[in-house]
């Protein structure tokens, strides 16, 4: 079994340990050491079951141990590329989580930091990068290719060929028409209906989706305070 850290403390983070859970029941793999959080409010308490144990500057103190990343709410949608450079760990450091009851095509590709929860279904030639978060009940079909760090929440339906640029949030139950493609660090709300391009940095809400305005990234919110 190797050591495990899990980085955040919030629904996620909860979420990825019960995948853990379902995976060392299948076969031990992963030895959960504890979750950090830099809420000191938080340290010495239970989310999940599982302690959380410092900061998350605290993956420095296990160097062996493996690690995910488990951030990243709609109002702050880019936090896990932040905490990701902030650590500055090599590749070799990062956990790869797939639930047990997820499909993964032979030809699909998962890059490292990244999670499917359960009931997830990569069909062929999927390419899904680095730190990528896949809530339960995503369908992503042929030649869907996700970029790092993006968050594709529950139930969200892709069509073959979509392309989800770097860093970008689809909320639940959105679907996204074939071939479209999500723009780097934009957002389409839950329950929409995406049949254009979105711009970087957008957010696009509706049924069809349409323009809403900039997305709610922090450093697009100072700009205009």
Known sequence: MRDLIIVGAGGFARETVEAVRAINEQYPTWNLLGLLDDNPDRYGKLVGGVPVVGPIESVHREPWAQVVLTTGRPDNYVSRPLIAARLGLPDARYATIVHPTATVGTTCEIGVGSVLLAHVDLTADVHVGRHVVVMPQVVL???????????????????????????????????????????????????????????AKRKWLGSPAADAGPAPLPELMRKSA
Not at 146 to 161: Q, W
Not at 173 to 186: D, I, N, Q
């Open 141 to 199: 079909p042929h030649d869907a290719h996700v970029e790092d760090f993006a968050t594709l929440a529950s139930g969200v339906r892709v069509g073959g060929a979509c392309h989800i640029e770097e860093a970008a949030y689809i909320g639940a139950g959105a679907c996204l028409r074939e071939g479209t493609r999500v723009g780097t660090r934009s957002i389409v709300g839950m329950g929409s209906v995406l049949l254009r391009d979105v711009p």
